[in-house]
Nanobody
Framework: QVQLVESGGGLVQAGGSLRLSCSAS????????LGWHRQTPGKQRELVAT???????YYSDSAKGRFTISRDNSKNTVFLQMDSLKPEDTGVYYC???????????????WGQGTQVAVAS
């Protein structure tokens, strides 16, 4: 069983930054790819960023140039640095794990509980 615990959400002014963290149970980096999804008001949950098996980052169009995904294998943790935040980035951000036998942008096998991000204009 994979457990994912997110932290780092909060309220920030437009133009500000937040750093989200996702702590994963067990040594999962060899078996799963970790990424970040979000659900903004009135929209379906969407992939924001993930690391492919070659460790090349993938970003949604809305995240490119503003968000950076990274990981610390020694701590089983993946991060999402979010800069130049906009009000439309407001939503719940979820960490997710995808089996390495699937493509990293395929539907995840495991989800975290989510962390709320609110960007005030």
């Amino acid at each position: 069983q994979v457990q994912l615990v997110e932290s780092g959400g909060g309220l920030v002014q437009a133009g500000g930054s937040l750093r989200l963290s996702c702590s994963a149970s067990g040594s999962i980096f060899g078996l799963y790819t970790l990424g970040w999804h979000r659900q903004t008001p009135g929209k379906q949950r969407e992939l924001v960023a993930t690391l492919t098996r070659g460790q090349t980052p993938y970003y949604s169009d809305s995240a490119k140039g503003r968000f950076t995904i990274s990981r610390d294998n020694s701590k089983n943790t993946v991060f999402l640095q979010m800069d130049s935040l906009k009000p439309e980035d407001t939503g719940v951000y979820y960490c997710a794990a995808v089996s390495i036998f699937k493509h990293p942008i395929d539907p995840p096998d495991y989800w975290g509980q989510g962390t709320q991000v609110a960007v005030a204009s």
